[in-house]
């Protein structure tokens, strides 16, 4: 027995050894680099894309389009996704309303410094400081997501800029517990472990999955989708920063923080989002003083993609429904 013993601990070794060979092997073919940017805008900027350099060092990536003397509306896009998303809505709305979408910091095509540390308040002040570079005057502020906490900030620390606020199966509801479930890449996001080992790796399939439960629509999250949302986010430096937002909760924030709004405010919310739950929009609509809900049986994380044109219509109603803004100033 005893002579047997290192034989096989000999064996066991060798399968181990072969295990982590294997797995090292795996990910190392699984690595992925950054893929420049001046790649990235001859695929992904278009004839309406405009660059400005911000405070901070930032390159913000943004586009004005739309009827140039119309009210202005500014659109904020959710976590790991880019201004693409509204061009559904930019599309239908452009003939009446002036609209302004940008990249965040750490997406599409922005660049960001390597010191750079992503807060919803930043984010909130940033749409603020491209409004007045852009000379909007007042304006109304959309956001999906987490570009809806950036909405809600931002009405909440500009409100002498912000007419008028759209929530958009938005993040920010306060909960006591961070929520547990959701797609994979999610979950994943939310553990350090996991953060390191996705950092640099191919996260298509785990995209894909994740896209599939926002967009509910199997048939929306092509290729060419997947292929955007996971180049874009291997800009240089992009991957850093998504990941110290995926991991960060917001703090300090209550049912009282939406009881201080004094905007008129649209919820829009899908009632089968998986990632957002619709009681939140419930919530959100509920507290805000005078807010007013709007719920799409059926519908997932994206009802500007999902259901433009269904979508825009009741966002025009509420648009209109503002009347005209003050005179912009010379």
Known sequence: MNVAMPAVLRILLIVVAVILVALVAG????LRADIPYAKLEAKYANGASRFMNMPGGLRV??????????????????????????EPW?????KDYRIVTLDLPGHGLTRAPADYRPTIDGYADLVDQLAHR??????????????????WDDALRHEQDVRGLVLVDAAGWPREQPQGDGPLIFRILRSPIGQR?????????????????????????TPALVDRYVELSRAPGHRRILLAIGSGRPTGITAETFRRLRVPTLVMHG????????????????????????????????????????????????????????????
Do not use: C
């Not at 990910?27 to 699984?30: E, G, T």
């Open 61 to 86: 990536h943004y586009r004005d389009q739309g009827n140039p003397t119309g009210p202005a509306v500014v659109m904020v896009h959710g976590f790991s996704a880019s201004l693409q998303a509204w």
């Open 271 to 330: 009632m089968q989002d998986e990632l957002i739950p619709y009681a939140d929009g419930q919530a959100f609509a509920a507290t805000i003083p005078e807010a007013r809900l709007v719920s799409y049986p059926g519908v997932g994380h994206v009802p500007m993609e999902q259901i433009p044109e269904r979508s825009a219509v009741d966002l025009k109603a509420f648009l209109d429904g503002l009347g005209a803004p003050p005179a912009r100033a010379p």
């Open 134 to 151: 852009l000379n909007l005057g007042s304006y109304v502020v959309v956001g999906n997501s987490m570009g809806g906490a950036v909405a």
């Open 27 to 30: 990910y190392v073919a699984l």
């Open 197 to 221: 080992l996705i950092r640099n790796i191919d996260v298509r399939s785990l995209a894909a999955s994740g896209l599939r439960s926002a967009y509910l629509n199997r048939a929306l999250v």
């Open 90 to 94: 930019v599309a239908i709305l452009g």
